[in-house]
């Protein structure tokens, strides 16, 4: 039987529904929006596109939205200012800076990104929020593998007592992925380039997480049949066509549940970064 599509449009919907309603609320309360402040350098076309995206999301939910485009010849420096007016501007509720950088501060990405306060940290990335995320206290998560989560939640797929398994170790989806997962109590493997025997092991997931970067990498004789399977991955094929990590018309006839690329999981990224926003400025408000 063919596998239950799950559709990133129906649960970024709903993940977006939620956070404007409560960023209505916080402005009756306090009398200002939740506030969301991006940070470009240079004029990377892709970045840009991603950043109105965010831009857009924001206008439709009633979250503030600031963009602040720096030139591409920034310093470190003046980066770096940047952050710390933000990090001191109390309308300002989370902070990113869209990556990549430009090469002459590329190498200093980690200070960068470490610079803005934790509290303001809505991409989930900064040591603080990766120990809290890891000892299991409230912090901001990363925002696909979070959207990863709420979507098997509002789909109605289990995870307690459940064997997952996540392909890729990467900080942003990979390891905060084993984290989530294992809070809910599903028991967690996490395989990655140097793994010995994947397929047996993917072959075991109740959940399988995919987040490789290599077009049509999981196929079907890797997956469990009924097994839901998510697909964090983002290939760009050609110039209009973007891939998954799964080999999708396959794996969808013995999967019970998949999600499609593009449509999936990429949707909810953005839904979650607005979540992330309102739950910033709660937790702030709340400090
Ligand atoms: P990354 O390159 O940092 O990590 C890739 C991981 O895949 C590594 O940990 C590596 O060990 C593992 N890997 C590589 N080859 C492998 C192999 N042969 N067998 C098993 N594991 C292997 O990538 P990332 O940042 O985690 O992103 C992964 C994918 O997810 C990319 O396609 C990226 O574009 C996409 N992505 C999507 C979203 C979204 O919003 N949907 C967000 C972030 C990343």
Do not use: W
Not at 226 to 251: C, H, S, T
């Amino acid at each position: 039987m063919a596998a239950r599509i799950l559709e990133g449009k129906v649960y970024a919907q709903k993940l977006k529904e939620d956070a404007g309603k409560k960023a209505a609320e916080l402005r009756e309360k306090y009398g200002m929006a939740p506030g969301l402040a991006v940070i470009i350098v240079g004029e990377n076309p892709a970045s840009q596109v991603y950043v109105r995206n965010k831009h857009k999301s924001c206008e439709e939910l009633g979250i503030s939205s600031e963009v602040i485009s720096m030139p591409e010849e920034s310093t470190k420096e003046e980066l770096l200012a940047r952050i710390d007016d933000l990090n001191g501007d109390t309308k300002i509720h989370g902070i990113l800076v869209q990556l990549p950088l430009p090469k002459q501060i590329a190498a200093y990405e980690a200070e960068i990104l470490n610079r803005i306060a934790p509290e303001k940290d809505v991409d989930g990335f900064h040591p603080v929020n990766v120990g809290r995320l890891v000892t299991g206290e409230a912090g901001l998560v990363p925002c696909t593998p979070a959207g990863c989560i709420r979507m098997l939640d509002m789909a109605g797929i289990p995870l307690d007592g459940k064997r997952a398994v996540v392909i890729g170790r990467s900080n942003i989806v990979g390891k905060p992925m084993f984290h989530l997962l294992l809070a809910r109590h599903a028991t967690v493997t996490v395989c990655h380039s140097h793994t010995a025997n994947l397929a047996e092991i993917t072959r075991e997931a109740d959940i399988l997480v995919a987040a490789i970067g290599k077009p049509n990498f999981v196929t079907a004789d890797m997956v469990k049949p009924g097994a839901a399977v998510i697909d964090v991955g983002i290939n760009r094929i050609a110039p209009k066509k973007l891939m998954g990590d799964v080999d999708f018309e396959q794996v969808k006839e013995v999967a019970g549940a998949i999600t499609p690329v593009p449509g999936g999981v990429g949707l909810l990224t953005v839904a979650m970064l607005m979540q992330n926003v309102v739950k910033a400025m709660e937790m702030q408000m709340q400090a």
